[in-house]
Nanobody, 119 residues
């Protein structure tokens, strides 16, 4: 059974920092691309950052220079360090694990953790 469990969300003031973590089980972690997505009320889920199985990272333009994704294959965890947070970063943040069978993606999702940026 695949489980992705996020932690670390909460309330933070604008300009503040927060760190999210996702613990994975039930998958061969090192073979999965790991990502963070977010979804604000009334909006579609969007990619925030991804780190591939080989360690390549990619970020949404809106978070470049402020967010850093990293993974620890020994601990089966992926983290998202967030600094200089803005109110528009407020959303539910979801951990994603993705692997490919040939060209077909197989996605697993966590339950989400809320990040609220407000004074």
């Amino acid at each position: 059974q695949v489980q992705l469990v996020e932690s670390g969300g909460g309330l933070v003031q604008p300009g503040g920092s927060l760190s999210l973590s996702c613990a994975a089980s039930g998958i061969i972690f090192s073979r999965n691309d790991m990502g963070w997505y977010r979804q604000a009320p009334g909006k579609q889920r969007e990619l925030v950052a991804v780190i591939t199985s080989s360690g390549t990272t990619r970020y949404a333009d809106s978070v470049k220079g402020r967010f850093t994704i990293s993974r620890d294959n020994a601990k089966n965890t992926v983290s998202l360090q967030m600094i200089s947070l803005k109110p528009e970063d407020t959303a539910a943040y979801f951990c994603n694990a993705k692997r490919y069978i040939l060209t077909n993606p197989i996605d697993y999702w966590g339950q989400g953790t809320q990040v609220t940026v407000s004074s």
